[in-house]
């Protein structure tokens, strides 16, 4: 079990679907993110919260919309997703988004697009 | 640009033998240093983690890693695996200016009788 809790676990919707992955993390860390997690490609980071405003947003596109309401929680609304889209996402926290701070990653949300 | 090398996708060893996974970056300065490892179907574990000092960083499962600055090469190693290491491998850097993890593609362990 680790300090980094996702739900859920495995999610399948059609490309018309809203649905939400949630994370919490119970580290008492000040970061977060998401990652997507593709066959044969390296983990792709999407979005960074550092004590709950958003640092980062590497370019994603505006179908995952992510929300940080507090510095324990964590979730990617998926609207209109495409088959491509389907991926493991993996939600981490990290004490602060500094340099030098080890990230701890959750079990992860095996996404599937149809 | 900045990157991390994972030479080897797939690695089979016996199980008792011994193991080295390669990991080389591209970096001007040294950065911060890391392995993680990934089970089937689970997130990705901290195995170890060079900041400074020792250049030969101990972790968890009796895995081991040497950062060579002359090399840019941070490989992880293990002197007798176990059939329960098979996994995946992932080595991953940061600058120490930033804060971006940069991660290689893996190393797919499978560990034979």
């Known amino acids: 079990e680790t300090g980094v809790t996702q739900t859920p676990r495995h999610l399948v919707m059609g490309m018309t679907n809203k649905k939400s992955l949630k994370c919490e993390q119970h580290?008492?860390?000040?970061?977060m993110y998401w990652y997507k997690q593709s066959a044969k490609k390296p983990l792709e980071l999407m979005f960074v919260?550092?004590?709950?405003?958003?640092?980062e947003n590497n370019s994603v596109p505006s179908r995952f919309s992510p929300e940080c309401p507090n510095s324990s929680h964590l979730f990617l609304h998926l609207h209109t997703l495409q088959p491509e889209d389907s991926a493991l996402y993996l939600c981490?926290?990290?004490?602060?988004?500094?340099?030098?701070?080890?990230?701890?990653f959750g079990e992860g949300s095996w996404l599937t697009v149809v | 640009a900045q990157s991390v090398t994972q030479p080897d996708i797939h690695i089979t060893v016996s199980e008792g033998a011994s193991l080295e996974l390669r990991c080389n970056y591209s970096?001007?300065?040294?950065?911060?240093l890391f392995w993680y490892v990934q089970s089937p179907g689970q997130g990705l574990q901290l195995l170890l983690k060079?900041?400074?000092?020792?250049?030969l960083v101990q972790g968890i499962k009796g895995f081991e890693a040497e950062f060579k600055r002359s090399q840019s090469s941070f490989n992880l190693r293990k002197p007798s695996v176990h059939w329960s290491d098979a996994a995946e491998y992932f080595c991953?850097?940061?600058?120490?200016?930033?804060?971006?993890?940069?991660f290689g593609t893996g190393t797919s362990l499978t560990v034979i009788p």
């Open positions: 981490a926290s990290s004490p602060t988004s500094t340099a030098g701070n080890t990230i701890y």
């Open positions: 580290l008492g860390h000040n970061a």
């Open positions: 919260y550092n004590f709950k405003e958003q640092t």
């Open positions: 970096y001007g300065a040294t950065p911060y």
């Open positions: 060079y900041f400074s000092g020792d250049t």
């Open positions: 991953a850097v940061v600058e120490r200016t930033g804060n971006q993890f940069y």
